[in-house]
């Protein structure tokens, strides 16, 4: 592994199934990111987590869950889908937290909720 | 409220020189960031900005006026490879980046 991978690439998926996406990192980064970006709205926070064991609210984190487990991983869930949980998904990491610094994306998850 | 605004899209020619404008409106700011998005792939970062002034990388150069609330992203030399997504952020209150829409840049040969 090198950076920061997610799987699985794309997914369809009917509504009110669960679904979690997998990102993990080897930079041993303490904080990571979930985003959703959508055509005309740009990428909006779902879920962060600026340390192993904590994990905190975004800004569109209705319908979705995040854990911390350790420093590497950093799943998401979807609970039960809905179709307006259809977008690209990023995950991403950064060093530290606390908006300074850079961020590295993951290739994405597009996910399609029919 | 927070906001940050950017241009939806922009065409230049290659060669030519082009700046992307981006106001922002945000309560915890604690920089200015510029990544760029090709189509179909995740965002790079290409700048930060915390204090006033003009920072060059190359190509590449991103101004900050924290008291304008403005930033811009300068290319020189434009090339058919910078035709992408610029994507101007700032961070919130709770000190998570916030993000604009994005300008589409289009390089016209």
């Known amino acids: 592994i090198a950076g920061i991978t997610q799987a699985p690439t794309s997914q369809i998926l009917a509504a009110g199934r669960r679904m979690t996406l997998r990102c993990t990192q080897d930079?041993?980064?303490?904080?990571m990111y979930w985003y959703r970006q959508d055509l005309g709205l740009g990428l909006r926070l779902i879920h962060y987590s600026n340390t192993a064991g904590t994990t905190g609210k975004g800004e569109v984190p209705d319908g979705y869950s995040v854990s911390r487990a350790n420093t590497d991983d950093f799943p998401l869930t979807l609970a039960s889908a809905v179709p307006s949980q259809t977008s690209v998904y990023f995950c991403?990491?950064?060093?530290?937290?606390?908006?300074?610094?850079?961020?590295?994306f993951g290739p994405g998850t597009r996910l399609t909720v029919l | 409220g927070q906001n940050i605004d950017q241009p939806t899209e922009m065409t230049a020619t290659e060669g030519a020189i082009v700046q992307i404008n981006c106001t922002y409106q945000t309560s915890g700011f604690n920089g200015l960031f510029w990544y760029q998005q090709h189509a179909g792939e995740a965002p790079t970062f290409l700048s930060y900005?915390?204090l006033d002034g003009l920072e060059e990388k190359g190509r590449f150069s991103s101004f900050l006026s924290r008291s304008k609330g403005y930033s811009y992203l300068l290319l020189k030399e434009l090339q058919m490879k910078d035709s992408a997504s610029y994507l101007c952020a700032s961070t919130d209150s709770n000190y998570q980046l916030i993000w604009g829409a994005g300008t589409k840049l289009i390089i016209k040969p």
């Open positions: 930079m041993r980064h303490n904080a």
């Open positions: 900005n915390v």
């Open positions: 991403a990491s950064s060093v530290t937290s606390g908006g300074v610094g850079e961020q590295f």
